[in-house]
């Protein structure tokens, strides 16, 4: 008996102790998080075989969420341009992987949904939207390419043939962790756009994950920690601030709590306002002209993380010595040359370029002429001016390039890259063959002829925001070859393209003369009281 | 011969069973991002400037992990690997240690909990493979 209650007494201790050992704190701040534990909900405790099965079990409570997400650009990937264009990913062509098109089952790996493997996906399909790349909380869910936006729960080997085997996902785990969005969901697409890790934004890389305050105030995991929906204030599963639609110069004032707004959220006025700077007043009569990022983002991909800068396809497709596709990499182990997809230039703490911008981007898509002369074709194109009273001075990244064309009937082509087929560029390596195939697909015709001309796209850079004291000063811009030196239509006193020397001239004169009056007054006043004396 | 057991005693071995399965929940439950966060801000700068170089969690198997916090030595063995997430530790350096300071009043045992989540699934077999960044 004493025996029992001495063992009782040691267990409840250490009952009591693992509990106090749960820390409370911790306890209460989970709890508060979410009025549901998703562990507890019978319909997530399933052994899912695939994802479409999770959804199903997520729409039972969640009635509404899949038709929401039907009206998102995350899941129709298109986009219409206040001027007509048809926009998306599901359209555009880029300098970087080029196109969606003919590619579907490798690129629709970040897509919203399950299952869109070619031009017949069903876009009314509810349980075909992929719940849980966005509110996954484990970390641990994957979409792996090639698999059309599926998930792997058997293990299996990726790509075929390849002797890499990837391990299953365990989905109830997942389903039955769900959370509100964190930069991990949204970065698992795009921090890795243009396929790899900070390859197409430069201002987006998986660094932004849990970054320091050194590389974004607001993301700073140590301090503010924004998740990405902070900024993108999202209602309906509608996210604004999309790079489609954006705003370049918001005459708005912060957003007040209660107050309904129509405007952007994203914006940095939408929290600090027209007038942020106070200990320095004088930089607020810069916010007409010049976009904040433009100072506060001195350089991007900060993070340890290299960009493209340019990447040049007319090379791609050389074998190594040993017969083997070839591969070359640079002193930092960075891979700079694959026969897959040609010559990269990388960069790191990247200068960005600076030019007015409206808020208005226009496009070359498929089927518009383009032609190999002196200046490269523009794959889309930032429309603005100093004197539209629309446009700030915005900081970009220009990606430069080197991509396929039909030379015959003056398009851009379409690639069909990925794919276990003999035809895709990355099977056998030839581009006639290739270009056929992702021509066919989008119904444009091809002349059978390839050949290559110099490209830029142009992104808007926005994220990284550095802390006050790494913001650009005064000198950065107001010098001889300064940052915006380049930026027409503007008077920055102090850049060379603003020096007249004349008026230079005409000032020192000005000056000299008066120094001269100073000095002859100066000394009649001296002799006339010596004299008076 | 047959032994009976107490009213007493069936209520500690209960008593038993909740507390060894609450520690287990506790174990499996870290927040992983929490550790990632003390990892990299903490353990990765101080390992960078100090001590030759960051650590990958996936340059190690889940297998190498678990036996090296198990064995709780760092420093070839000169010091308690624990010390580095004690409360202790992160008031020590917290003037200089945003992430330290941050999770200051995180109890000790829960904070190691977190670095080893996040250590088991960034490591080479784990379920998220994680580089230093």
Not at chain 1, 27 to 40: G, Q
Not at chain 1, 63 to 70: I, P, R, W
Not at chain 1, 385 to 395: Q, V
Request: net charge positive; glycine share 10%.
């Amino acid at each position: 008996m004493r025996a029992g209650l001495c063992t009782m007494t040691v267990m409840t201790t250490l009952l009591v102790g693992a509990a106090a050992h749960g820390a409370p704190d911790p306890e209460s701040a989970k709890l508060l998080k979410s009025t549901s534990d998703h562990a507890k909900f019978k319909v997530l405790e399933q052994d899912f075989k695939t994802g479409p099965e999770v959804t199903k079990a997520c729409l039972s409570c969640h009635t509404e969420a899949a038709k929401q997400l039907h009206l998102t650009q995350h899941w129709t990937w298109e986009f219409l341009n206040p001027d007509g264009q048809r926009l998306g990913k599901k359209h555009v062509i880029n300098n970087f992987c080029t196109s969606v098109a003919s590619n579907y089952a490798s690129c629709t790996t970040c897509h919203i949904g399950y299952g869109w493997k070619d031009d017949k996906f069903d876009f009314t399909s509810q349980v075909n939207v992929d719940c849980l790349i966005c509110h996954d909380s484990t970390g641990n869910y994957r979409k792996q390419p090639g698999l059309a936006g599926n998930v792997v729960t058997q293990p299996m080997e990726i790509p075929p043939g390849s002797g890499i085997r990837v391990k299953p996902i365990d989905l109830k785990k997942i389903a039955q962790a769900v959370a509100k969005t964190s930069r991990d969901n949204c970065g698992a697409c795009h921090f890795f756009g243009g396929g790899g890790d900070g390859v197409k934004h430069g201002d987006m890389d998986s660094s932004l994950a849990s970054p320091d305050k050194a590389l974004d105030v607001h993301m700073d995991a140590t301090g503010n920690n924004f998740a990405c929906a902070t900024c993108h204030m999202t209602e309906g599963h509608q996210v604004p601030g999309s790079r489609y639609a954006p705003t370049a110069q918001d005459k708005g004032g912060a957003h007040l709590r209660g107050k309904e707004y129509t405007t952007n959220p994203t914006t940095c006025q939408s929290c600090h306002g027209q007038a942020p700077h106070k200990a320095n007043a004088k930089l607020n009569d810069h916010t007409g002209k010049v976009a904040c990022q433009t100072c506060h983002i001195p350089s991007y991909a900060r993070g340890g993380i290299a960009t493209k800068m340019s990447w040049d396809w007319s090379t791609a497709g050389k074998m190594g010595p040993d017969g083997k596709p070839l591969i070359r990499k640079d002193a930092k182990g960075h891979v700079i040359y694959t026969a897959a997809k040609g010559d990269f230039v990388l960069g790191e703490n990247v200068v960005p370029d600076y030019m007015w911008f409206n808020g208005k981007v226009k496009y070359t898509l498929f089927g518009d002429k383009v032609d190999k002369g002196e200046q490269p074709t523009l794959i889309n194109h930032f429309e603005g001016s100093a004197s539209d009273g629309k446009s700030l001075i915005w900081p970009v990244k220009v990606m430069r390039g080197k991509q396929a064309y039909d030379p015959v009937n003056k398009t851009l082509a379409v690639l069909h890259m990925a794919g276990n087929d003999d035809t895709a560029f990355w099977t056998n390596f030839n581009w006639e063959r290739a270009v056929a195939v992702g021509m066919a697909s989008v119904g444009a015709p091809f002349s059978g002829k390839v050949d290559f001309l110099a490209t830029e796209s142009t992104w808007p850079i926005t994220h990284m925001v550095a802390p006050a004291k790494d913001a650009l000063r005064c000198r950065d811009c107001h010098a001889s070859g300064g940052r915006l030196e380049k930026v027409p239509g503007i008077y920055i006193p102090g850049r060379a393209s603003d020096h007249a020397g004349w008026l230079d001239a005409a000032g020192w004169a000005i000056a000299v003369l008066a120094m001269l009056g100073v000095l002859v007054h100066g000394a009649g006043r001296v002799i006339v009281s010596r004299r008076n004396k | 011969m047959k032994t009976r057991l107490s009213p007493i005693n069936v209520l500690s071995y209960c008593l038993l069973g909740c507390s060894l399965f609450a520690g287990a929940a506790h174990a499996a439950d870290g927040d992983w991002k929490r550790g990632r966060v003390y990892y990299q801000k903490v353990c990765t700068d101080c390992h960078t400037a100090k001590a030759g170089g960051a650590i990958a969690p996936n340059s190690r198997t889940m297998a190498d992990w678990t036996s090296y916090l198990k064995a709780d030595k760092h420093a070839k063995g000169k010091e308690s690997l624990k010390k580095y997430a004690s409360k202790e530790y992160r008031v020590s350096v917290k003037a200089t240690n945003k992430a330290a300071e941050k999770y200051a009043d995180v109890p000790d045992e829960q904070l190691f909990n977190d670095i080893r989540t996040f250590m088991l699934k960034g490591a080479k077999d784990g379920d998220s493979p994680a580089s230093c960044l």
